[in-house]
């Protein structure tokens, strides 16, 4: 069967430039790189949606028949509720009315219930807050760090750069109601590295990317920040519990604390889970990695009997070049 349409001419200046960008790298090439580029692109979107649908590359119309009565099923409520957007957005409204009239009640009325009261300063929001916050926004950072634009990475830079003067003002103004004098850096540690290290950890594999292949790519400026970091925490280690720097609040925190501390975010989802994972399951992952790195290599490769441009067949560049 073959299926007829028409690209527009900036289409096809696209798939010129990836077939030539393909023709580069592999030094070779055919008069046919666009069309099969065009061939090989739709074949991997109809996988992709495929693949969110729940079917395998190439259903059977069995396969697409009970997909079809799956899909055609009533919806219960949970899944009414979930698919309407009004509803939800309702939903969040009346939620965020009730914490708005909670806080004012906890804070300005003095209801004991709430627990705000006791909670009035800004390290005890950050104690709630932080964690689900960092799990929301690291793994975007990491997965799609190629598609945030530069004036969003600046504008990180800066909430950065204000949020450390910020805690500098907390201990030096001092802001009582920030809460952070007092506060040592062991207390810094607990609430950052959970959070910050767990947000990486899942980010990480959800890709499936190995930690050797992480420590690859990192850049000279990034290998730079983590060596000062790690001379800088030695430092303070040397000033904690020999110089008695009060401030770090190392004083007291023995070999057990620091395993306590370190061990739980940082070494274990690194480096002592993915391989237990993997002796667990029998490298279940790295299977399924494969067999879908050979699907998408099967579905990459040149499907002819599909027309182009009203052309039946694979077809050159010099004819699509002529239609425009």
Known sequence: ???????????????????????????????????NEAKTLMRRALADKLEDAGLPWAPSAEAVRQRAAEAAEPATGLRRLMGNSRLRKNAAYALAAALLVALWGGYARGWQWTGFGANAQLW??????????????????????????????????????????????????PLNWTGFRGQTLWNWFELLLLPAALAATTALTS?????????RSLRPYHAGIMAALAAGWIVTVIGGYILKWTWTGY????????????????????????????????????????AHEAAM????????????AGTTGPLSSAALDRRY
């Open 1 to 35: 069967m073959a299926v007829i349409f028409t690209i527009e001419p900036d289409e096809f200046l696209g798939l010129r430039a990836l077939a030539d960008l393909g023709q580069a790298a592999n030094d070779t090439g055919t008069g046919t790189d666009a069309v």
């Open 124 to 173: 005890d929001w950050l104690n709630l807050l932080l964690l689900p916050v960092v799990i929301g926004t690291i793994p975007l950072w990491i997965r799609h760090r190629d598609y945030i634009s530069r004036g969003r990475r600046v504008t990180h830079g800066v909430v950065i750069a204000a949020w450390t003067g910020f805690v500098i003002a907390g201990y030096l103004v």
């Open 207 to 215: 890709m499936r990317v190995p930690l050797s292949k992480v420590l």
């Open 251 to 290: 004083a007291g925190n023995t070999l057990w604390d620091w395993l306590q501390l370190l061990l739980l975010p940082l070494l274990f989802p690194t480096i002592l889970l993915p391989a237990l994972l993997k002796w667990v399951s029998g490298d279940a992952a790295g299977r399924a990695s494969e």
């Open 297 to 308: 290599a099967q579905i990459a490769a040149p499907a002819y009997g599909t027309s182009v």
